[in-house]
DNA sequence: CTTCGAAGTGCATTATACGGCTCTTTTTTA
DNA sequence: TAAAAAAGAGCCGTATAATGCACTTCGAAG
């Protein structure tokens, strides 16, 4: 599973912003105990909760083609 | 919500590769049930299911920052 | 040592995603 | 046209995500 990285990359662009999970939990509408669940690697995000904060941090979530050879 | 073109994105390519949601509720190991209400349109997918079901179509969930050139 | 801010955890409750079964609707094929 | 295949939807039990509250941990500062 590669979740890891998508949580790191929330918890990293958090800090580089230097918002706390506090602040990002209300800003985003996420429960802070969500967050901090979430971020501390236990659970499996709803797409909601994971782009609720995405969407805080300028970031946004999306399906791409591994491969390629396939154009659209 | 952006949900539409995730989804948007899963039947497309599902199509695309000519598969059924039954074909691929077997492949990904989601329930057909679940894999129906995703595609039309009902429900907010864990990213478990999502990743199930990317994996299989040789997609991937992954975030991107929105603006541009900021990282990598 | 004490205090404070931030992060992580346990417990309990509520909401809902997951999934099987069945039936209906839509689309495709003969 | 009918029949078959695929997609969609209702019912409903189970698993778990989301959430609040309280507590602990950790590091920085006083």
């Known amino acids: ?6 949580i790191k990359s929330i918890k ?3 800090e580089e912003l230097q ?11 996420v429960g802070l105990r969500t967050l901090k669940q979430f971020e501390s ?7 909601l909760t994971l ?4 969407d805080v941090l300028g970031m946004e979530v999306g399906l791409q083609v591994k ?4 154009n659209e």
């Open 41 to 47: 690697g236990k659970g499996n995000p709803t797409l």
């Open 19 to 29: 918002v706390t999970q506090e602040t990002l939990a209300e800003l985003s509408g």
């Open 67 to 70: 491969n390629l050879s396939r």
């Open 51 to 54: 782009s609720k904060l995405a």
């Open 12 to 14: 990293e662009r958090r």
């Open 1 to 6: 599973m590669h979740f890891e990285e998508l």
